[in-house]
């Protein structure tokens, strides 16, 4: 079994200190605003969103072209291109910001790591003919996330034969046997449970409270729980009210070893972060 997770990820130029753990905003641009009228408009949207979640403490800036909610519609991979590379260069041009995008298309990767982006992240966990080998030959750190199915099926009644977290372990285990043997070096990994992907209330929650079993891989963890309808159902709140329940399952996540939070809420969560660290720390200093 495999040691401490490593403590630094060297993202294209920039190197992400995680010795403490670290807030990745979501920026969006999936809206049909991106085809050619809206453009220009698009991107400095695109833009000043990132530039207020810098602000307010982000050290990473996840950029998505394609929905992955149960039911949206497919995106052709030169869609997708469209509507990602050119915020990927604006971003780290203007912003000189660390990029990660959100993509599981094996041409998005390549065009985006050209572009300057620092880190790619896949919810299909590098599935797709050819994103192994993409991933592999951008340099870049890669997150690889717990989901089985495709997104349009994964919330049909999921089921796992063992304990969650001990089905998401070996899953996660078995796809970093394939990344390794595509090239995909060991200390360029980073690994999502995957809250909410083919996943029910009960199953994220004990995920969750056992994040220690995945700790074990020795990989920096990253959660995404914003508000997702883990919160909607626990805590019966429309998507806008779900902040605070949020905020707590941000606290939960650090302390269970999360490193990386990606969220929608970036000053708040920085916040709620940096104080659970901060009592976590004081824990340590005085061992």
């Known amino acids: 079994m495999h040691n401490s997770a490593p403590t630094s990820l060297q993202c294209g130029r920039h190197r992400l200190d995680l010795s403490f753990p670290r807030v990745m905003g979501i920026l969006n641009v999936t809206p049909d605003s ?5 453009r220009h408009v698009a991107l400095d949207d695109a833009l000043r969103r990132a530039e207020q979640m810098l602000a307010e403490g982000a050290a990473i800036i996840d950029v998505g072209g394609e929905s992955t909610r149960p039911g949206a519609d497919p995106v ?4 997708e ?9 604006a971003l780290v041009r203007e912003l000189d910001a660390l990029v990660s995008v959100d993509t599981s298309t094996p041409e998005v990767m390549h065009e985006s790591a050209l572009a300057g982006a620092g880190m790619l992240n896949d919810v299909r966990n ?3 003919e050819g994103a192994l080998r993409a991933a592999a030959t951008s340099g870049l750190p890669v997150c690889v996330m717990h989901m089985l199915g495709e997104p349009g099926d994964m919330q049909q009644a999921p089921h796992y034969d063992v304990p969650v977290e001990e089905a998401v372990a070996e899953f996660l285990e078995q796809r970093l046997a394939a990344c390794e043997a595509a090239g995909l070096r060991r200390e360029r990994l980073i690994l999502d449970p ?7 209330v009960e199953h994220n929650l004990r995920l969750l409270n056992r994040m220690e079993r995945l700790q074990r891989l020795g990989l920096p963890l990253l959660v995404g729980m914003s508000r997702k309808s883990m919160i909607g159902k626990v805590l019966e709140r429309p998507v806008e009210e779900r902040l605070s ?7 939960l996540a650090v302390e269970r070893g999360a490193r990386i939070l990606r969220v929608h809420d970036v000053g708040p969560h ?3 972060v940096n104080m659970t660290w901060a009592v976590l720390e004081e824990g340590c200093e005085n061992d």
């Open 81 to 89: 291109i469209d509507r990602v590379v050119p915020v990927v260069e």
């Open 270 to 272: 920085v916040d709620a």
């Open 34 to 38: 991106f085809s050619d009228g809206g």
């Open 126 to 128: 590098l599935r797709r």
């Open 245 to 251: 329940g949020g905020l707590a399952l941000s606290a």
């Open 76 to 79: 052709s991979a030169q869609q």
């Open 194 to 200: 995957g809250f909410g992907f083919a996943k029910t």
